[in-house]
């Protein structure tokens, strides 16, 4: 299938109405006629490159509406396409509406599993608040009969409560820790913490200077990308020139296919002439017998 080469395309694309549409039918019957070339854009024939250039002049949109149509991508309000480097668009002649009825089919489908999803789920959410509900009626029930504590029941769970917190008291005594052995804790934390403040300040000082060497870095890459850019637009340059010279080649192709020619004719002129001085040279070898003969 035929590629077709477009460079630096850098514009805003703004379709109006069914103008989006008319480019694409255009396109379709200008790529079908070109199928048979599978070559660049810069390699195919003039009469190729001319007929591109004519369409560009005419649709001064073309170009943008072959990148999305071959592209299998719809218009929006305004389409905005940057892009410096090569753009390759492949004629495949695919058909755009017929994908785009299958997206929105899909989405379509999505959103309406969604929307029975959510009803299932409300559906269930309600079934299960109506039936925890009524649990709960049976349970506060139960419970009020359930928390009914006798006046002894309550004496003895105080008496059990005293007990606890008198072994308690006995184990936080156990436990208690001199004044003097906290300051010694204290006076050890706080190294702790003046070697973690000077390690946090020889790291902050590290993390400066990879700072300081990224930012370097990031300079480099900007200096490399200008000269990306530069060495980008030579190769442009360049292209242009070859397919210059590619024109020039083909007129002097022609010219010496017109020279060859000419010789040919000139040979043919020559060997007529050489005849004729042959017919020439046998009637004066003739003529000169006649005079021996009639000086005899």
């Given at each position: 299938m035929p590629k077709i080469l477009i460079k630096n395309i850098n514009k805003n694309i703004e379709f109006v109405d069914d103008e989006y549409e008319k480019y694409c039918e255009i396109l379709e019957c200008e790529f079908k006629n070109l199928a048979k070339y599978e070559k660049t854009f810069y390699h195919q024939p003039v009469e190729l490159h001319n007929r591109l250039r004519v369409l560009e002049k005419k649709y001064p949109k073309i170009i943008s509406a072959a990148y999305l149509y071959y592209n299998n991508q719809e218009p929006t309000i305004k389409n905005t396409f940057i892009n410096n480097n090569n753009v390759t668009i492949k004629a495949e002649c695919a058909e755009c509406k017929s994908?785009?009825?299958?997206?929105?089919?899909?989405?379509?489908?999505?959103?309406?599993?969604?929307?029975v999803l959510m009803i299932l789920m409300l559906f269930f959410a309600i079934n299960y608040w109506v039936s925890n509900k009524e649990v709960t009626k049976g349970l506060t029930e139960n419970l009020g009969n359930e928390n009914f504590?006798?006046?002894?029941?309550?004496?003895?769970?105080?008496?059990?409560?005293?007990?606890?917190i008198e072994n308690e008291f006995f184990a936080f005594k156990e436990n208690f820790v001199s004044k003097g052995e906290l300051e010694k804790k204290g006076e050890e934390t706080n190294g702790l913490i003046e070697n973690l403040g000077n390690k946090v300040f020889v790291l902050e000082g590290k993390l400066e200077k990879k700072e300081e060497e990224a930012?370097?870095?990031?300079?480099?890459?900007l200096v490399l990308e200008g000269k990306l850019e530069k060495k980008e637009e030579e190769a442009e340059n360049l292209g242009n020139k070859v397919f210059v010279l590619e024109g020039k080649l083909e007129k002097i192709e022609e010219e010496?296919?017109?020279l060859g020619n000419e010789v040919f004719v000139l040979e043919g002129k020559l060997e007529k002439k050489e005849e004729e001085t042959e017919n020439l040279g046998n009637e004066i070898f003739c003529f000169e017998r006649r005079t021996r003969k009639f000086k005899e």
């Open positions: 994908q785009n009825l299958k997206k929105i089919f899909f989405f379509v489908g999505i959103i309406l599993i969604f929307f504590v006798s006046k002894g029941e309550l004496e003895k769970k105080e008496e059990e409560f005293k007990g606890l930012e370097s870095l990031g300079n480099k890459v010496t296919e017109n």
